[in-house]
């Protein structure tokens, strides 16, 4: 009995030791590779590789997709010896097989993902399995709001959201840029705060006209980084930024009245004379300035009056300024040339007089001196001789040399001066000091908003524009000129300039002399 049963534990163990030396030289007779990961970008193609070596006949390759309670979903199969390969459901004409049993996959969707079976049978042995774990990356879509464009009010704060979608796997970093400058809120804590990956909404307090602009949020990926932008506008009350100053005019000379105002939304700009509604013109110099114009082409004593300038918008209160304009029959350049002109009469009508007596005393004097010499002919007759006659002609010589003849002074040259950049500010109500330039070069205007400008021209600056312009005021206009051709000045060296050229406009003057007249 004991030799019966160990004759058949020996018989059974011969039996497996075959069959696993069977199965070991069947399997080392076919070398199965895969990788068990892969990934790649959601919309972008991929190729899982495979690979295998054998001396037997492959009969068929099949892949499948591992799905719920390992239920595998067919995908690509292949059976060499009928020599037909053939995709099913949803992968019909985006699956194919390369190479010697690689996978590729077109156009991946977020439901490629998951495990995928290769299973290869060949003659003679059993079929051998691998599994691939495919992972789908997919980039941030980034959000901003609560919209575009977001409005806001000067002095309010605004808060500015950033919301992150279907990242995978999550972003690495999150930050906010305003322009092409990044907001560090860390380290301007007291006007921002937020913006960063833990809170990526940012906040800006006291908002203010220079926080409107283009804000950015942006978001790093593995894959790439993403962005989102929007525009915040801020809303303020107009003001006036310029008036044009008072001024006296003549009765029918042509008078512009000018005023400049800016605002979001842009002013509307109105004109009152003595409290009476003033007709009057308006365009845009940029989106949120205005030019408003009155033109009184031939103006009378009843114009004469206190203009005032209102702009206003939907936002807070609105801003006056005022000018004064008096209409008088006679200019003062008139009135200095009647001046002159009686001046100049009465000078003349003088110098006539003394010159008259001058010539009635010399015409008596002469006389008398003839009518010493006739009495006295008779008793000097001896002595006279040449003493006379060289008396005569000293006499004659005197009377030629009492009336020079000088030259006119040539005129003096004014020099010119070098070229000469300068950088413009825009007043404010903490800025009342008044900026000016001086004309270097002629320029004569390009369009009808700018101004003609002369050699040693006195400009007031109101605004500086993008692109090296400026806003100013110049013989009774407001106008855009160019600021490479002026030279900066300030409110003392404007009014010195200003006196210089008084000064050598008068020596240039020839004053009138004896000789001249």
């Known amino acids: 009995m004991g030799l019966d049963t160990l004759r058949m534990v020996l018989t059974t163990g011969v039996i497996l030791l075959c069959a696993w030396l069977e199965v070991s030289l069947a399997q080392s007779d076919l070398r199965l590779d895969v990788p068990t990961k892969v990934s790649t970008i959601v919309g972008d193609p991929v190729t899982i590789p495979a690979t295998f070596r054998t001396t037997r006949r492959i009969m068929s390759i099949l892949w499948s997709k591992s799905g719920k309670e390992n239920a595998r979903q067919p995908v690509m199969s292949s059976y060499p010896i009928a020599d037909t390969t053939e995709a099913h459901a949803g992968y019909v004409g985006r699956a194919e097989l390369v190479g010697e049993a690689s996978l590729k996959l077109r156009n991946t969707r977020a439901e490629d993902e998951g495990t995928y079976v290769l299973v290869v049978a060949v003659e003679g042995l059993g079929p051998q399995e ?6 789908l990356l997919v980039p941030p879509t980034v959000e901003v709001g609560p919209k575009d464009p977001q409005l806001t009010t000067a002095g309010r704060s605004v808060s500015l959201t950033c919301a992150v979608r279907d990242a995978k796997p999550n972003i690495t970093s999150l930050h906010w840029e305003k322009g092409s400058a990044i907001i560090d809120s860390n380290r301007f804590d007291t006007k921002f705060s937020g913006g960063t990956l833990q809170s990526p909404n940012l906040v800006i307090r006291h908002v203010t006209r220079g926080d409107a602009g283009r804000y950015r949020c942006i978001v790093d990926h593995v894959i790439k980084s993403a962005s989102a932008a929007l525009n915040l506008q801020v809303l303020y009350a107009a003001s006036v930024i310029s008036v044009s100053d008072s001024r006296t005019a003549v009765i029918s000379e042509s008078v512009t009245l000018q005023c400049t105002a800016d605002g979001n939304p842009p002013p509307n700009v109105t004109w009152t004379r003595n409290g009476l509604p003033v007709r009057s013109s308006t365009r845009s110099l940029s989106r949120d300035v205005r030019l408003s114009s009155v033109v009184l082409p031939n103006v009378q004593l009843n114009a004469s009056g206190t203009y005032v300038c209102t702009a206003s918008n939907s936002v807070g209160k609105s801003d006056v300024k005022s000018l004064q304009l008096v209409v008088e029959e006679y200019s003062m350049d008139e009135k200095s040339s009647m001046i002159a002109i009686l001046v100049g009469a009465l000078a003349g009508g003088l110098w006539l007089i003394i010159c008259l007596v001058l010539a009635v005393y010399f015409f008596r004097r002469r006389r008398e001196r003839e009518e010493k010499k006739k009495f006295s002919f008779y008793y000097n007759m001896g002595r006279r001789g040449q003493e006379t006659i060289n008396k005569k002609l000293q006499e004659d010589t005197l009377d030629s040399g009492r009336h020079p003849n000088p030259q006119v002074p040539a005129k003096p040259m004014l020099p010119t001066a070098p070229n000469a950049g300068i950088e413009t500010l825009r007043r404010t109500k903490k800025q009342r000091e008044r900026r000016y330039a001086k ?13 003609c400008l ?8 109101l605004e500086g524009e993008d692109g090296g312009w400026c806003l100013g005021y110049l013989r009774g206009r407001i106008g855009l000129f160019p600021s490479n051709y002026v030279k900066f000045l300030t409110a003392k060296e404007a009014s010195a300039a200003k006196l210089k050229d008084l000064h050598e406009g008068k020596d240039a003057v020839k004053l009138p002399t004896k000789g001249s007249i």
């Open 454 to 461: 002369e050699i040693d021209d006195v400009i007031e600056v």
């Open 130 to 135: 691998r599994f691939v774990k495919l992972d």
């Open 439 to 451: 004309a270097m070069y002629p320029y004569y205007p390009q369009d009808d908003n700018e101004l």
